[in-house]
């Protein structure tokens, strides 16, 4: 009966030591997705961010990283090449080149 219930103790110790194995597995997992996902999302952004500074002059893009696009009278739309894809949408004034940002979201494709 002892025999049994040490055994009992046992087994249920080796399941939480998998089940503590599999989540440390797990959460190692989520940090490097999150970790990777942030850099795309940043690289994203400062390339529609650099579309946007050239949108007056897009001859001085030295690479062309976006897609733009006219949305109507003065109001471009900006979107990243590389995925998560982000896009902006741009009021450029004519009379001064500056360009204003109107709102931006990720496009889930």
Known sequence: MILAWVL???MLCSSLIIYLERMAALSIIELNT???ARRGFIAAEKAV???ESHIS???ALTENACFIQPAGKNIWLISSKQKPRVQVHV???EKTGIATRLNWRQSFE
């Open 34 to 36: 999150i970790t990777m």
């Open 91 to 93: 009021f450029l004034d």
């Open 8 to 10: 009992s103790l046992l």
């Open 49 to 51: 961010m650099e579309c």
């Open 57 to 59: 002059n897009l001859s």
